[in-house]
């Protein structure tokens, strides 16, 4: 089980671009994944994308295109580049680890399914 941090969140204009840093301390099995989840005020919390120990992905289709999900496994550390934001993106945004592949072999958006949560960190995005 790890410990997670988020940090980088801050307010941005339209059109800008934000990359979120998550920190993780302790153990983490190889078999499971890391997401990104967000929640705005008044809104159910909602994947935006994981990745697995090698690196495959899965996003969204609200941030295709737009964000990028990677990890530095040498520093421990899961990352989400955020390009072209949106005043709908803005929302506290929260690293996850720990859920398995789902069937298909493909890392889940479900926030059901992951174990361990940071804090979070907020992101605005102004029009």
């Known amino acids: 089980q790890v410990q997670l941090v988020e940090s980088g969140g801050a307010s941005v204009q339209a059109g800008g671009s934000l990359r979120l840093s998550c920190a993780a301390s302790g153990y983490r099995y190889s078999s499971y994944c890391m997401g990104w989840f967000r929640q705005a005020p008044g809104k159910e919390r909602e994947g935006v994308a994981a990745?697995?120990?090698?690196?495959?992905?899965n996003y969204a289709d609200s941030v295709k295109g737009r964000f990028t999900i990677s990890q530095d496994n040498a520093k421990n550390t899961l990352y989400l580049q955020m390009n072209s934001l949106k005043p709908e993106d803005t929302a506290m945004y929260y690293c996850?680890?720990?859920?398995?592949?789902?069937?298909?072999?493909?890392?889940?958006?479900?926030?059901?399914?992951?174990?361990?949560w940071g804090q979070g960190t907020q992101v605005t995005v102004s029009s």
């Open positions: 996850a680890a720990g859920a398995p592949r789902s069937y298909g072999g493909s890392c889940p958006l479900s926030l059901y399914e992951y174990n361990n």
């Open positions: 990745i697995d120990n090698d690196d495959s992905t």
